[in-house]
T-cell receptor, first 115, second 113 residues
Framework: NAGVTQTPKFRVLKTGQSMTLLCAQD?????MYWYRQDPGMGLRLIHY???????AKGEVPDGYNVSRLKKQNFLLGLESAAPSQTSVYFC??????????????FGPGTRLTVT | DQQVKQNSPSLSVQEGRISILNCDYT??????FLWYKKYPAEGPTFLIS?????DKNEDGRFTVFLNKSAKHLSLHIVPSQPGDSAVYFC????????????FGKGTLLTVNP
């Protein structure tokens, strides 16, 4: 199993450009999440999904959109990138039951720089 | 409002000694706690967890202690090894059908040979 994969690994954007980050998981997890990590800020939840076709806002959703058209994929979009969105983005997934004790499995991250 | 706090940004210990990483929380609805470990340029990986019905959980060199009355948990690593050098995140969940985790800011542990 590949687990959680993210593409691309690195990206540099100019202010105002758009892009989509792709997350894929092969563990048949119901829940998927997008986080950003900034120095001294820990992991902050951007958006999450509790199942195919559903999405919800997290702690810092402004400037981002998401879609979950297939259970295994969760896309994060930036419509008009801003320097404040320079960050490392992590995707995670989890089972939707108590069985696995809320453990989330993370991808390797995407380092995004907006100039 | 920071609901999960890791007040020590960094910690340095000698190889073979005990590492103690601390975490405090303010939300009394939290009933499940996890520790994640993160190496540079990698995603966080799950380390150990504890339910609020317990006060201790042990897995090899790693032990997590929970003091509900003080809203405090700690991760003990004994003995510490250079490979344990990483950022450690504390995370909490309020249970039920809510599977979101609230993370602390992390503590950078450096284990010196």
């Amino acid at each position: 199993n590949a687990g959680v994969t993210q593409t691309p690994k690195f990206r540099v954007l100019k202010t105002g450009q758009s892009m989509t980050l792709l997350c894929a998981q092969d563990m048949n997890h119901e829940y998927m999440y997008w986080y950003r990590q900034d120095p001294g800020m820990g992991l902050r939840l951007i958006h999450y999904s509790v199942g195919e076709g559903t999405t919800a806002k997290g702690e810092v959703p402004d400037g981002y959109n998401v879609s979950r058209l297939k259970k295994q994929n969760f896309l994060l979009g930036l419509e008009s990138a801003a320097p404040s969105q320079t960050s490392v983005y992590f995707c995670a997934s989890s089972y939707g039951s108590r069985k696995s004790s809320y453990e989330q499995y993370f991808g390797p991250g995407t380092r995004l720089t907006v100039t | 409002d920071q609901q999960v706090k890791q007040n020590s940004p960094s910690l340095s210990v000698q190889e073979g000694r005990i590492s103690i990483l601390n975490c405090d929380y303010t939300n009394s609805m939290f009933d499940y706690f996890l520790w994640y470990k993160k190496y540079p340029a990698e995603g966080p990986t799950f380390l150990i967890s504890i339910s609020s019905i317990k006060d201790k959980n042990e897995d090899g060199r790693f032990t997590v202690f929970l003091n509900k009355s003080a809203k405090h948990l700690s991760l003990h690593i004994v003995p510490s090894q250079p490979g344990d050098s990483a950022v450690y995140f504390c995370a909490a969940n309020s249970g039920g059908s809510n599977y979101k985790l609230t993370f602390g800011k992390g503590t950078l542990l450096t284990v010196n040979p």
